[in-house]
């Protein structure tokens, strides 16, 4: 089983997520956003790279030479 978390957010908030996701309780609606931004972030994660990738492809910088 696992832990579980309370959170406390304001009624208009809870509401708004809901209606937004369809879900018939506040619990369910965060719940349903926090997998779906985590699951979003792994793909993008995927598809892009973690910093180091971005160390590793970075093109080196030209310096424009004047004269």
Known sequence: MAAKVTVTLDADLAIEVMLAVGAGSPQDAVELIVRDY???SR????RTGD???AERTARPH???EEG
Not at 43 to 46: L, V
């Open 38 to 40: 985590l699951a979003r």
């Open 62 to 64: 030209r310096t424009v």
């Open 51 to 53: 910093a180091a990738d």
């Open 43 to 46: 793909r993008t994660e995927a």
